[in-house]
Structure formats: structure tokens, C-alpha cells
């Protein structure tokens, strides 16, 4: 079974794709913060693919990604920007940090799971 670990200060968003994932036949990790999932990830938590929000206070997906890939477990991961962000500087700035990919929120069941299977090994 794919562990996707989502990162998103919405309990909401967590609630409703970590319900859509579930259903899909994947194991799910949350954080309610980039700060709370960049210990996880220090701390050597295994995943197949990476779904981060951009804008969380503290520290935003982008910082987040970019502190990710310097862990060396985690430096060729897929990484999902799940976002309201739709401007293609930001989407530049997403890939140049190490981002796989960016969906809009909200996005359907079918679109999320679509974008996963493209991503996920």
C-alpha cells in the first residue's frame, strides 16, 4: 500500500482528501502544518508521494519543499502542490523548489486521484 502524507493548515482540506485517499486504497499521514511535517520527515517517516498546501503560516510549501529535498530520503520523492494558486510564477517558483506537480483547488475526486497516478511509483 502508497503512503501520500498530506500538509495543509485546513482541518477540512485534511478531512475531506484523506477521506477521498482512504477510499482510494491508500495509507495517509497528516500534518496541520509544514513545521509539524518537516519533523516527521527528519525524523525518517516512510512515504511514496508528498500533497502540501503553499499558503500555511509559519513556513509556506515552497520553503517546505525546498527543506524536504535537502534530506537525502527524500530528494527524488513525488511532491503535489494542492493549492487555491493558480499564477504561473508560482508555479515556477513551486517547480524550481522541487515541486512534481500543482493542482487547484478545489479539486474533483477523479482530478486528484488522475494527478496521483501520474506522479506515484
Known amino acids: 500500500m502508497k503512503t501520500i502524507f498530506l ?12 477521506g477521498i485517499l482512504s477510499k482510494a486504497g491508500y495509507a495517509v499521514e497528516k500534518a496541520p502544518s509544514a513545521l509539524d511535517a518537516l519533523k516527521k520527515f527528519q525524523a525518517g517517516v516512510k512515504v511514496d508521494l508528498l500533497i502540501t498546501d503553499l ?5 509556506n510549501g515552497i520553503e517546505f519543499i525546498k527543506e524536504v529535498r535537502k534530506l537525502p530520503n ?12 493558480s499564477q504561473q510564477s508560482k508555479k515556477a517558483e513551486a517547480k524550481a523548489a522541487g515541486a512534481s506537480g500543482w493542482i487547484v483547488k478545489p479539486a474533483s475526486a477523479d482530478e486528484l486521484l ?4 501520474l506522479v506515484i511509483r
Open 55 to 59: 499558503n500555511m503560516p509559519g513556513m
Open 74 to 85: 527524500y530528494r527524488f520523492m513525488p511532491i503535489l502542490f494542492l493549492t487555491t494558486e
Open 7 to 18: 500538509v495543509d493548515d485546513s482541518a477540512t482540506i485534511l478531512l475531506s482528501i484523506s
Open 114 to 117: 488522475n494527478t496521483i497516478k
